[in-house]
T-cell receptor, first 117, second 110 residues
Framework: GAVVSQHPSWVICKSGTSVKIECRSL??????MFWYRQFPKQSLMLMAT?????????EQGVEKDKFLINHASLTLSTLTVTSAHPEDSSFYIC?????????????FGQGTRLTVV | GENVEQHPSTLSVQEGDSAVIKCTYS??????FPWYKQELGKRPQLIID?????GEKKDQRIAVTLNKTAKHFSLHITETQPEDSAVYFC?????????FGAGTRLTVKP
């Protein structure tokens, strides 16, 4: 199967600082990358969809100026949580897709647990 | 956008019993239907998938059935064990996205 690596797996930061999370597809070129947020005991909440070389598409209610997404290549997407606050503490997971249309497959990174103190 | 509906949201079974989770999708172009298992604090792991050219696929205690006409697919776990306790997600592609169900929290009581 395809491998998606997400880094870091956990991070603790001070309120007001920024945190960058990387998502890499290691053995395939990802058509699209997705960023999710997950609160305890809740489902995956799609935050944004990004394609290489273009602006990310954010889901309703997700602040694009707070959650900056850069998709520099077909194998790397980054999510930067800017001016983090305690309420941003959550589990962030990326996924990378390959294939197109009705045959799209998705593979997940290992997730990043962000704690803002 | 296209949606994936998943039921039930929680499911509790006795060890050894079967568990069934159902999903419906709306994009008729979807051809690939994966199921993921997520343990607490970990990434969702693909446990089984099915493509639209078959109606059923089985892997040991896990099976998935697909009814493309009705646009629904189900996950069946037989002889459940406590280690099956987790959150399970179905998914279906729509255009170039993957849409996920809301998840089912399965608890297997010993």
């Amino acid at each position: 199967g395809a491998v998606v690596s997400q880094h870091p797996s956990w991070v603790i930061c001070k309120s007001g600082t920024s945190v960058k999370i990387e998502c890499r597809s290691l053995d395939f070129q990802a058509t699209t990358m997705f960023w999710y947020r997950q609160f305890p005991k809740q489902s995956l909440m799609l935050m944004a969809t990004s394609n290489e070389g273009s602006k990310a598409t954010y889901e309703q209610g997700v602040e694009k100026d707070k959650f900056l997404i850069n998709h520099a290549s077909l194998t790397l997407s980054t999510l930067t949580v800017t001016s983090a606050h305690p309420e941003d503490s959550s589990f962030y997971i990326c996924s990378a897709s390959r294939g197109h249309g009705g045959n799209t497959e998705a593979f997940f990174g290992q997730g990043t647990r962000l704690t803002v103190v | 956008g296209e949606n994936v509906e998943q039921h039930p949201s929680t499911l509790s079974v006795q060890e050894g019993d079967s568990a069934v989770i159902k999903c419906t999708y709306s994009d008729s172009a979807s051809n690939y239907f994966p199921w993921y298992k997520q343990e607490l604090g970990k990434r969702p792991q693909l446990i089984i998938d099915i493509r639209s050219n078959v109606g059923e696929k089985k892997d040991q205690r896990i099976a998935v059935t697909l009814n493309k006409t009705a646009k629904h697919f189900s996950l069946h776990i037989t002889e459940t064990q406590p280690e099956d306790s987790a959150v399970y997600f179905c998914a279906a592609p729509s255009r170039n996205d993957m849409r996920f169900g809301a998840g089912t929290r399965l608890t297997v009581k010993p």
